[in-house]
Structure formats: structure tokens, C-alpha cells
């Protein structure tokens, strides 16, 4: 008789208890996130249909880290993108188009209706090179993570900005020129007019564009074929150095995580210099989920493990639906207190500076990725001191103000006055 095979243990399938630390996690994501509205007295307006509806604590807390509107490479505008967001369940969205903001006061409106939290960020297009010689190196993408003041030197961040999608004209057109020479010619008219009325046109807009003419099947076969980093049509734009852009975004007071890092010819070697840079953070979570070898690396270099969907709107079976990312709420807890502090710090800064040049024009500027639109009537140098609660009220809920310690601008604002 042949010998009877031993029986393997049955595994519980029983779903592993919250640990203590998980749950304290859990409570203080789900505070930001889901913070409790300010108690109202009641009134007609309670039946309107248009009442945004008020965020309430409880349940999950789905944070989507990356998504692009129409104001770069994707099909959704930010008000569309945002209620698509509220249909899957995101809580918490971080609109990070490429090279640009200008879609995130959109999506701040949008979100107020939904009870969504918005995040202010920007996938910021660069190049590693370790020797620092233009045209050499490798394309890397950084996106960074800003609280609702957004960066605390704008100007320096809209410089850089605007500099990149210039060179990304530039770049367009060399690359048409390229697939000219390549029997394949498109007209750019019709790459812009794909792109958007101000938007800098990127490869997906000129992929689309070889699609929409009839010289390959798809986005994926466009790339594989002529604009992938190594393909026949493939040009640079004028990226800045990424250890440049991330001291940017850490002196702008953002968080900054490097993007696909799966896309990288020498992962490892790009991650230890922009370490040193100053990263915070890598993408560890593929946009189907997956995690891979990179959560190894984010150890090994003390990394944020981020990751989102890197949704775009364009359908199709191999594009990840926004939300459908799950990040682990241990990493959401460790990723907030990262920032809160940081956009804690770059709130003071943008006060402080208000302190010394206020104006109605700064204050606009200021709050242009607040909650609040319309400051018509408030006079910012006749009221220094309520400065500080009209700015917070635009960018914090109550639960965030009681971390906030703002007395030492509070009586510099009051100096500042006193001396008019």
C-alpha cells in the first residue's frame, strides 16, 4: 500500500485583527480626512438641493494620490474628475497634473459638494543626470504634495512651471518633425487642438493625435513604437535637474515622492540621489495595485510608500479607474503627520510674508486654493489680525486650526499694524 499523503493544516481564512496602532491610525486619518463640519443654526437653505453634503466620520478612508484633469494630458476636467472620485468612494484626492496647478481652484469648488478633501499637487517633470550635462540623462517624474495655502513661494514654483511647459512646446514640435522624417506626419493643429486651449501639449496628446490619423491602433502601440523614451521620435523638453526640483519642492514647503519609479532604467542609483536631495517619498503601489520590489527600496532608503491610480479618463481595459488604489492606513497615518507639519510650517511663511505687503491682491493670491471665492469687502491692511482666521477658515477645517500654532504671526501682524 502506498503511503498516505499528510493532510496540510487548514489556514483560517479569518481576516487578521486591527492591531491597537492600526486603529489609532485609523482615527487620525479619518479625523483629517473626514473632519467633523462646524455645529450651525438651522434655516430655510437646509432644503435646498444644492446644500453640499457635509462629510461625516465612519466607514473607509480612500485617498487617491494620482490623477490627471484636462488641464495636462487627461480627459476629465477637474470638476468631472472630482465627481467621479465621489462615485468610487474617494475621500481624500490629490489632483497632481503635469507641470501645472491651474486645475486645482476647479477642484477645490467641486470637491465643497461633495465633502471630498482636495490636495494641491503637481507632477513636476525632470531629468537625472549625475553628472548634470544638459541633454544627457534620464526622464524622471516628482510630484509634489501641498497643503490648501499651497507652496509658500509661489512664484518660484510658477517659474519652474511655466519654464518646463514652454520647452514642452518645443518639445512637441521636435518630435512632429521627428515622425515627419518618419513617413508619419501630423499636423499641429491638431496636436494643440487635442491638448487644449493652454495646454502645453504633451506625447500622450500627440499620441492620440497618430491614433485619431490612422497610423497606429492605439495610445500604448504610439509609444512602443515611436515616443516611448527610447523610440525613433522621442525629444527632450527643457526639464530642470531632479535633485533641483525636489530642494524645490522641499523649500516650498511640499512633499515631494518620486513617480513610477518602475520606469526607470537604474531605480536604485536615482532614489539614493534624490534621497539626498531631500525625497520624501516613492510611488510603491502600481496603478493596478501591485507592489512589487519597490516597497524594498522605500526600506532601504526610508521612503513614504505612496502609489494612486495615475488615472487619466481615457477608458479602456488597461487604464486603473480613479480610487481603485488602496494605500494601507498605516502608510496614509505616516504620510500625514510627514506633511501636516511641514504645511503647518509653510502656513506661517505665507502669513508672515502677507505681514509685510498686505493688499487685496496678495490675499487673492494666497487663497486661490482655499475653500473661499469671494473676499469682496474684506480689507487685508485694515485688518491685519483677522488675516490669520480668514486664511485658515479658507484652508482648514476646525480639527486642523487646534494644531496650528500661529500666535507668533498673529503678533507680528499686530507689530506690523501698529507700526502703519
Not at 487685508?380 to 476646525?398: A, E, M, Q, R, T
Amino acid at each position: 500500500m502506498g503511503k498516505k499523503k499528510k493532510s496540510k493544516p487548514s489556514r483560517s481564512k479569518k481576516k487578521p485583527k486591527t492591531s491597537a496602532d492600526q486603529a489609532l491610525a485609523l482615527d487620525y486619518v479619518r479625523a483629517w480626512a473626514q473632519p467633523a463640519p462646524p455645529p450651525r443654526e438651522p434655516s430655510a437653505a437646509d432644503a435646498d438641493d444644492f446644500l453640499p453634503v457635509l462629510a461625516t466620520r465612519g466607514g473607509d478612508v480612500l485617498f487617491e494620490l494620482h490623477s490627471h484633469s484636462n488641464h495636462s494630458d487627461g480627459f476629465l476636467s477637474p470638476s468631472a474628475l472630482v465627481e467621479r472620485a465621489h462615485r468610487n468612494g474617494v475621500k481624500v484626492l490629490a489632483l497632481t497634473d503635469h507641470d501645472t496647478m491651474a486645475g486645482i481652484p476647479e477642484a477645490v469648488s467641486a470637491a465643497s459638494k461633495f465633502g471630498i478633501r482636495i490636495i494641491p499637487g503637481v507632477e513636476i517633470s525632470a531629468l537625472y543626470n549625475p553628472r548634470e550635462v544638459a541633454g544627457d540623462g534620464e526622464t524622471v517624474h516628482i510630484r509634489a504634495y501641498y497643503g490648501m495655502c499651497g507652496p509658500s513661494r509661489p512664484d518660484e514654483l510658477d517659474s519652474m512651471l511655466l519654464n518646463i511647459r514652454d520647452g514642452r512646446y518645443l518639445r512637441a514640435k521636435n518630435m512632429l518633425q521627428k515622425l515627419t522624417t518618419l513617413k508619419v506626419p501630423i499636423k499641429w493643429e491638431h496636436v494643440t487642438k487635442i491638448a487644449g486651449d493652454g495646454v502645453a501639449p504633451g506625447r500622450l496628446h500627440i499620441a492620440r493625435a497618430m491614433v485619431e490619423a490612422g497610423y497606429v491602433e492605439n495610445v500604448r502601440q504610439a509609444f512602443n513604437k515611436y515616443l516611448g523614451d527610447d523610440g525613433p521620435a522621442y525629444a527632450r523638453g527643457s526639464e530642470p535637474f531632479a535633485e533641483t526640483v525636489v530642494q524645490l519642492i522641499s523649500r516650498t514647503g511640499g512633499i515631494s515622492a518620486l513617480a513610477h519609479p518602475w520606469s526607470l532604467k537604474n531605480p536604485d542609483a536615482i532614489i539614493r540621489s534624490l534621497k539626498g536631495a531631500g525625497l520624501n517619498g516613492m510611488e510603491v503601489y502600481r496603478s493596478d495595485g501591485k507592489v512589487d520590489g519597490f516597497s524594498e527600496l522605500a526600506e532601504k532608503y526610508g521612503l513614504l510608500k505612496l502609489g494612486g491610480s495615475d488615472f487619466h479618463g481615457r477608458g479602456g481595459k488597461d487604464e486603473s479607474d480613479v480610487g481603485t488604489v488602496k494605500l494601507a492606513i498605516t502608510t496614509l497615518c505616516c504620510f500625514l503627520k510627514m506633511a501636516r507639519s511641514i504645511w503647518s510650517s509653510a502656513m506661517k511663511d505665507i502669513l508672515l510674508k502677507f505681514a509685510e505687503g498686505p493688499s487685496a491682491a496678495n490675499l487673492g493670491n494666497m487663497l486661490k486654493f482655499g475653500r473661499l471665492t469671494n473676499f469682496a469687502g474684506f480689507s487685508p491692511i485694515n485688518n491685519d489680525i483677522h488675516v490669520v482666521d480668514f486664511c485658515l477658515s479658507s484652508w482648514l477645517n476646525n480639527d486642523d486650526m487646534e494644531d496650528v500654532e500661529l500666535e507668533d504671526v498673529r503678533l507680528k501682524l499686530a507689530h506690523y499694524a501698529a507700526e502703519r
